[in-house]
């Protein structure tokens, strides 16, 4: 078990679907940080500015450029990240899902709207983890988790970020929680770049606009276990990945989602 990371945090992680990781990427900033401007330079298919009537500001975020960012491939394969994800599934085997990147430039008030990140995806399973990374110090702009929601018996509904409408049929979701109002318990942490939040695909998160003079950029890494397995969903995934010919109850496959730990 790597030294980064404790029975503690793996503890933590088990039972709230969220553990603060200091550190995971600190030797890896600057990397990351050339690898984001080569992004924004040049979005990739999925690139969004997540443009809001009556929203200031700029929030634009990207998904799945490991293959074309040399910088993102260089952490992705040389960090510990998926050592730490290792401890913290419980799984041995750790292979790649997909990165993600969100910058909030300065003064932008749009807020990272609450949602669970599972049914968004084409993956079913327990041993799964997310983790986000700011490369920029940030107080107020972190990310925000609710305490034990991986737990929850139902999914929450996944929704458009912009418009808010429901991705999917409603149907077997449970409607996206309002958790100030609800009482729930939020985790959220003041971090330094290269800090990692780890957190479940099934944890409820969200985040607030940016309202500092500095921007809040953030890279984030998205990694399966052992029991992870193809599902198919009541429509499109996001992400999609078109043409990826899995049925279901299939692991990822490993030319598309390579096995980093085996």
Known sequence: MTQIVT???IDTYRRDGVVLIRGLFADHVE???????R???APGPYASENKREGESGRFFDDYCNWQR???FEEVIRTSKAAEVA??????QRVQLFHDHVLVKEPGTSMA???????????????????FWSPLDSVTTASLRCVAGSHLWEKDVLPTRWTKGDAFFDPAP???????????????EFEMQPGDAVAFHYRTLHGARGNTSDSRRRAFSLRLVGEDARYVARPGPT??????HDMQPGQRLREDWFPVLRA
Do not use: K
């Open 7 to 9: 029975q503690e945090h």
């Open 69 to 71: 960012i040399p910088e």
């Open 173 to 187: 979701y449970m409607p996206v929680p309002d958790p100030g109002a609800e009482g729930m318990t939020v985790v």
């Open 86 to 91: 290792s401890a913290l599934m419980g799984s």
């Open 39 to 41: 992004n924004m330079d």
């Open 112 to 130: 990272t709207p609450w949602h669970s990140d599972g049914p968004y995806y084409f993956v079913e399973g327990q041993q799964v983890v997310s």
């Open 238 to 243: 996001s992400p999609p990945f078109p043409g």
């Open 31 to 37: 990397t990351l940080r050339a690898g984001v401007a």
